[in-house]
């Protein structure tokens, strides 16, 4: 029963790869689960033993990231003294996942798209916001914050600028300048967000 049980988490495990490298070369709506089961090397009904759609595949593509923030942020939280430096530190390292992880550029791509943004978009967008919006409660806390600045806002404002900034790099560069972008808008934002003496020691990298 357990090795059944490996052969079909294998057999999952390799529809979603191929499904991401599919849905990446050719884009969602032009991609087929012919194309998929090819790439994986599988039968469509070994397919549909795991997903009842092509739509099903996005979803769990997507779902398989919904953890990525809360990963990133135990990462830079190790490293880095200052909650407000983890924060800004992991909003660059999911840049760098977006141009060197398949997986995490396909599901940014699939949140973008109208047929996934009802299913999937909100439980992702509230899921970021939690993971900022406990950075910036840690960083009130160690005394880093701005008085006056209201740390759910704060989060919600956060998110929209990564989100935005993604879809506006997308849009004019193809994303190569992404990162450059994102240093744009931590320098111009972080003054408002964090006491003087703390926005001196940030790294905007």
Known sequence: MSSKRERSAHTRTKLLKAAAEVFDREGFSRSSLTAVCARADVSKGALYCHFRSKEALGVAIIEEQSLLWHRLRDEQLAVEESPTQALIAMSFEFVSRLETDLTVRVSAKLLREAVFFDV???????????????????????????????????????????LGLQFVAQALSGGSDLRTRLARVWKASSGCLVVASVYEKLRFE
């Open 120 to 162: 999937a978009a909100a439980a992702q967008v509230i899921g970021w916001v939690a993971v900022v919006r406990e950075l910036l409660s840690l960083a009130r806390e160690r005394g880093e914050l701005r008085a006056e600045v209201n740390v759910r806002h704060a989060a919600e404002q956060i998110v929209s600028e990564l």
